[in-house]
């Protein structure tokens, strides 16, 4: 897969909330003020399950720095 324009994004606070986004192209304020849950029961029967499996076992390791 070609990740030129792709950009793969974690949050997590620790408290158990975590955010995994894929962004294609360039992630801006109109971007995320337009993010909203996905609805499509094909999505969802497909993928959430691999998903939530690699969201719940990523977490964030912070560098010197960051």
């Known amino acids: 897969m070609n990740n ?7 949050a997590d606070d620790h408290k158990g909330n975590k955010l ?8 801006s ?3 995320v003020n337009n993010a909203r ?11 959430a399950d691999q998903l939530k499996k690699i969201i ?6 912070e560098k010197d720095g960051e």
């Open 37 to 47: 849950t996905i609805g499509d029961q094909h999505f969802i029967n497909i993928l």
């Open 56 to 61: 719940d076992s990523a977490s964030v390791i």
């Open 4 to 10: 030129d324009n792709y950009q793969f994004i974690l």
């Open 20 to 27: 995994l986004a894929v962004v294609k192209g360039e992630l």
């Open 29 to 31: 304020t109109e971007l």
